[in-house]
């Protein structure tokens, strides 16, 4: 790359300076930076879309942080969107930079975003790209972005706005598809006729020199080569007969979208240079260095550009983090390790030692370790691998051996944390505010800074209390824009609590969230506005009845007033017009767990509270017939609907006595709605008395009349003498097998606390025992799988529990009733003194003591403020 014979005086051609890079390339932005202070340029002009001309002096603002990205979106239809990430060790970046700091005009010259948008919608519409497979419609429901390439030989509109047709990873003609195509003149020399193979510059030219890896020789050759005094443009040449040499081998590849993207940027360059002569500076890929080198009539490139279609397009600067920058995130343009590269851009020198200093910070930080002298030996041995590999410096691939040698002994473990934060990284750029961005987006922006919820590239977890405004306020934000399909939080369980005051979320702030905010400003200019009606028109369009209450339940969640007679109306309408006992069933918890988050948050449920108990009511009637003559998998999804509704009608029994009480307390004046809840009765009678008709019905499959049995005796609504009982005819002989052990898998499957039945009554775990010994051998292989998978839910301690039990027999059992009779260990009865020696310490466990002082001291002071009012 250096041994070329350069004719101009200072090392540059006649004409404008033309910089080929590798995108994201530190060594490409390293020789950009030091041409421009050799050349001193009156203008730079930059390969990127030209509606961004605006934008570009927002990369000198102070709050202006790589990684970040140029994003244009149609503006009818923000879905269709591309970007333009950039690095502080872009190519691109450093031309912007030093554009600003030295006050010359900077300009984008590549093909306008209206066309790269309308374009690759065009396409779509068509139904085939240009080398007749499926269109990025059919593979990603038309999101046209940088981060989204799929396909072995994708279409113009399915790559990145900086991975060009014949441009990907190198950023210099990586990717390139050659060979007949339609709109091209026929293929170069090189493959044979038909040919359509995609050719890696990086490969071959790697594979000249003698490497098999690409990246090695592109770190050897670029990123570990220093710019020496007077040589800023060897590599650019170097680069540039390569290029035309591989382009003079395998053709241009044929691809309508690169010719026309360089003629449209060759018609700008001939335009700077009406206007500053040669001082003229261009950083584009490498690939387009020929082509933008080579004569060419402005007749010719404009019948190129004719016809072409548009879209109305906006742009802006939006965040943009490293793992988007990585080629694993499947962006086409990607790089293996930006964080390597972001350190090898900014290290001032002794590159090795800071890196594996680095290192060796992040690992003691998680409690390795690892001491200096770790670092010192890890430095020796990447020098000397690389000189073993006959390389300059050590590479990433040094680094890591030594690393894992030295540092993690040898593990892998430790050393994906180091690829994860360092190689990789979660580095999250900075946009200032006077960015343009869409109304949606301002307000958002407005209340992350209210509500002190900053957006982070690194996963983390948010524990919110509800009982305090500023979190309940947050959990609403949370809410409303995941109603809005953005995704920024994710709730999860809750550690160490259960009740609904508590929320858990983990929260990660993607890319492409801009592009859903984006999309989702055409539902209104405020997020609670967007989500309002966006919640309205998911009411409306909903296509089953559990689709509307999980809906209702997010209106809650989110606190949308305004959205919610509308989601209950049609909520009841649909519930009335639902026969289907499945459809209510699955329907209803939602519903009950609506209740529970609007009295957490002060919300009227009074209505939701009678939709909810007149959807239980038709459950109520429509069950025992819906459970006859089920198959094993229906019956199965029968039984989780039984107990669905089991724990819902426990929870929506107390809201609805909570709302009789309510309305008694208002007297005459209750509404017709008021009055209906009163109508409503006990609906946990009403609920066992169904439980009831289950779990007698022959027609009713076992193990739905084994788990009515069950929750009837958990509700100390059937005493153990008739659940012995009813298990006992479920069991008898005349019961076929598999009947039986359906029968048993409803009673006690389900978890521990089936198991813990049968520990503590010998008589349920007698007649499980005594069913089980008189099976066949013939059947007992066919009810050993429904058994086993009943008996597996247990915990360890039980298994081993029942299984002792069982092999000391009937006689050496004893009940399990009195107290710990027949354990090894326990008494015969309960030892009352010493069970009262660890209340104290329960109390002080379950904070009994400090709500009795806070309780007698709001007693005190309501005295204290009576005897001085």
Not at 217 to 230: F, K, N, Y
Request: hydrophobic share 45%.
């Amino acid at each position: 790359m250096t041994g070329v014979d350069r004719s101009g005086g200072e090392g540059r051609a006649v004409g404008p300076l033309l910089l080929g890079v590798r995108h994201h390339g530190p060594g490409s932005a390293r020789t950009v930076r030091a041409a421009l202070d050799a050349a001193q340029p009156r203008v730079v002009l930059i390969e990127g879309p030209p509606e961004a001309d605006a934008l570009i002096a927002l990369a000198g603002d102070e709050d202006m942080r790589p990684p970040v990205a140029l994003l244009a979106h149609a503006v009818d239809e923000p879905g269709r969107s591309a970007f333009w990430p950039m690095a502080e060790f872009s190519p691109e970046w450093v031309a912007i930079r030093w554009a600003l700091e030295h006050e010359v005009p900077a300009r984008f010259i590549d093909l306008p975003a209206t066309h790269t948008l309308a374009w690759g919608r065009d396409e779509e519409s068509a139904g085939v790209d240009e080398d007749g497979g499926p269109t990025p419609a059919d593979k990603d429901g038309g999101l046209v972005s940088a981060d989204d390439q799929a396909g072995s030989a994708p279409g113009p509109a399915d790559r990145g706005a900086d991975e060009p047709d014949g441009e990907q990873a190198d950023g210099s003609g990586a990717g390139l598809v050659v060979g007949p195509s339609s709109g091209a003149d026929g293929p170069g020399p090189g493959p044979g006729p038909g040919a359509d193979v995609r050719v890696d510059p990086l490969a071959v030219l790697a594979d000249a020199a003698g490497y098999d890896d690409p990246e090695r020789w592109w770190e050897d050759v670029v990123e570990h080569r220093g710019v020496a005094d007077g040589d800023a443009f060897a590599p650019f040449l170097g680069l540039e007969e390569a290029m035309g040499a591989l382009r003079e081998a395998y053709g241009s590849g044929g691809h309508e979208r690169d010719l026309v993207r360089e003629a449209y940027m060759r018609l700008q360059v001939r335009a700077a240079q009406r206007e500053f002569a040669d001082d003229v500076a261009v950083v584009c890929g490498a690939w387009h260095v020929p082509a933008l080198r080579q004569k060419s009539t402005v007749a010719a490139d404009k019948a190129l550009l004719k016809g072409l279609p548009k879209v109305k397009t906006d742009m802006t600067w939006v965040l943009w983090t490293n793992r988007r920058l990585a080629r694993a995130s499947g962006y086409g343009a990607g790089i293996d390790s930006p964080g390597w590269y972001g350190h090898l851009f900014s290290a001032p020198d002794r590159p090795v030692e800071r890196w594996l200093t680095k290192v060796a910070g992040l690992l003691r930080d998680e409690d390795q370790i690892v001491s200096s002298a770790h670092v010192i030996e890890a430095v020796r041995l990447a020098e000397t691998l690389a000189a073993m590999r006959g390389r300059p410096l050590p590479g990433l691939g040094e680094m890591t051996d030594a690393v894992r040698a030295v540092m993690c002994e040898g593990s892998d473990v430790p050393l994906a944390l180091v690829r994860d934060r360092l190689v990789v990284g979660d580095v999250l750029g900075e946009v200032p505010r006077s960015a343009p961005t869409v109304p949606l987006q301002r307000d958002l922006d407005r209340m992350q800074r209210r509500l002190r919820l900053k957006p982070e590239a690194l996963e983390r977890e948010l524990e919110l209390d509800l009982r305090k405004e500023n979190d309940a306020e947050r959990s609403r934000l949370l809410h409303r824009l995941r109603l809005l399909g953005v995704e920024w939080g994710e709730p999860v369980a809750s550690r160490g609590s259960t009740g609904t005051f508590r929320e858990t979320w983990r929260l990660r702030w993607e890319p492409e969230l801009s592009v859903r905010i984006a999309e989702a400003g055409v539902w209104g200019t405020t997020v609670f506005a967007a989500a309002t009606a966006k919640a309205e028109a998911d009411a409306v369009a909903a296509q089953g009845l559990a689709d509307v209450t999980a809906l209702a339940e997010r209106c809650l969640l989110a606190e949308l007033p305004d959205a919610l007679p509308v989601v209950m109306r049609i909520l009841a309408d649909r519930a009335a017009l639902d026969a289907d006992v499945g459809h209510l069933a699955q329907a209803l918890p939602a519903l009950v767990r609506s209740l529970r988050y609007g009295d957490v948050r002060g919300t009227d449920t009074r209505a939701l509270t009678e939709v909810a108990a007149g959807l239980a009511e038709r459950i109520f009637v429509g069950l025992p017939p819906a459970c006859a003559a089920l198959d094993a998998d229906a019956a199965e999804e029968m039984r989780r609907h039984v107990d669905a509704v089991h724990g819902a009608v426990g929870l929506l029994g107390d809201a609805v006595a909570s709302a009789r009480g309510e309305d008694a307390a208002v007297g005459p004046g209750t509404t017709p709605g008021e009055s209906a809840a009163l109508g409503h009765g006990d609906l946990r009678n009403r609920w066992h008395g169904v439980l009831r008709v289950l779990s007698v019905r022959d027609t009713v499959p076992g193990v739905i009349r084994g788990r009515a049995v069950r929750l009837l005796l958990d509700d100390g609504e059937l005493v153990q003498e008739e659940a012995a009982r009813l298990m006992g005819l479920a069991l008898s002989p005349g019961t076929p097998p598999g009947d039986a052990a359906a029968w048993i898998e409803g009673f006690v499957g389900g978890g521990s606390g089936g198991g813990m039945l049968l520990v503590h009554d010998e008589r349920l775990l007698g007649l499980v025992d005594t069913w089980l010994t008189g099976v066949s051998a013939e059947a007992f292989t066919d009810v050993l799988p429904l058994l086993r998978r009943t008996f597996s839910a247990y915990e360890a301690g039980v298994r081993r529990t029942l299984g002792e039990l069982v092999r000391r027999g009937p006689g050496e059992r004893g009940s399990r009733q009195a107290g710990g009779s027949g354990i090894p260990g326990f008494g015969a009865e309960l030892d009352v003194e010493r069970a009262d020696a660890v209340v104290p310490v329960v109390r002080l466990l379950l904070g009994l003591d400090r709500a009795e002082e806070d309780a007698e001291g709001d007693v005190g002071a309501n005295k204290l403020v009576g005897a001085t009012g």
